[in-house]
């Protein structure tokens, strides 16, 4: 099994739709991240967590919001799909010496 | 603002010649600087990483190349193969506070046999 697992791998979705993407994390780390990734424009932090009760806001996090549901578990939702959030996003797990581990990645679009 | 700069977006090289990519920074507080290989369908992955400490850091044919005074790191990645072409991602780090990744942009390298 994948140290970080996110689900789905694909998802398609209309506007205004409320939809979640889920992570979860073998690592046992305490620390997780969703991040955004556009072509052209890189990795962006959209929230990070460093235990359940830690939740942060990235540089991107408007339309977005997170739940760190236990340590293993980061769920990311978009309350009402737009558009310009369709992206490929990762969620990654960070230990204590800067090691950052990512899933395979969700490709959402939104219609 | 992009907190890293990278440069070029997209880079094609021969088989057993020398890839380079570079990148810039402005936050002279950036003390972790690694670099990451993505494959299609695949999340990014840590390749090699460098702290400001010293000018240059290699593991096997891949090296860092540090200019602190300049702001500035590259890689380079000596007699590339066609199981090299990726995506490359260079970052930075902070020591003090959350210590988040910031990311450039992206260099998409393809190594033509």
């Known amino acids: 099994d994948a140290d970080v697992t996110q689900t789905p791998r694909n998802r398609i979705t209309k506007t205004g739709k409320r939809i979640m993407l889920e992570c979860s994390q073998t690592?046992?780390?305490?620390?997780m991240y969703w991040y955004r990734q556009d072509p052209g424009l890189g990795l962006r932090l959209i929230y990070y967590?460093?235990?359940?009760?830690?939740?942060n806001k990235g540089e991107i996090s408007d339309g977005y919001s997170v739940s760190r549901q236990a340590q293993a578990k980061f769920s990311l939702s978009l309350e009402s799909a737009i558009p310009n959030q369709t992206a490929l996003y990762f969620c990654?797990?960070?230990?204590?010496?800067?090691?950052?581990?990512f899933g395979s990645g969700t490709r959402l679009t939104v219609v | 603002q992009q907190q890293v700069k990278q440069s070029p977006q997209s880079l094609i090289v021969q088989k057993g010649g020398i890839s380079i990519i570079n990148c810039a920074y402005e936050?002279?507080?950036?003390?972790?600087f690694p670099w990451y290989q993505q494959f299609p369908g695949k999340g990014p992955a840590l390749l090699i990483a460098?702290?400001?400490?010293?000018s240059e850091k290699k593991e096997g044919r891949f090296t860092i190349s540090f200019n602190k005074s300049a702001k500035q790191f590259s890689l380079h990645i000596m007699d590339s193969q066609p199981g090299d072409s990726a995506t490359y991602f260079c970052?930075?780090?902070?020591?003090?506070?959350?210590?988040?990744?910031?990311f450039g942009t992206g260099t998409r390298l393809t190594v033509i046999p």
């Open positions: 970052a930075a780090s902070l020591k003090a506070g959350a210590n988040n990744l910031f």
């Open positions: 936050n002279t507080a950036f003390d972790y």
């Open positions: 990654a797990t960070r230990d204590s010496h800067y090691g950052y581990t």
């Open positions: 967590s460093f235990d359940v009760k830690d939740i």
């Open positions: 460098i702290r400001p400490d010293v």
């Open positions: 690592k046992g780390h305490d620390r």
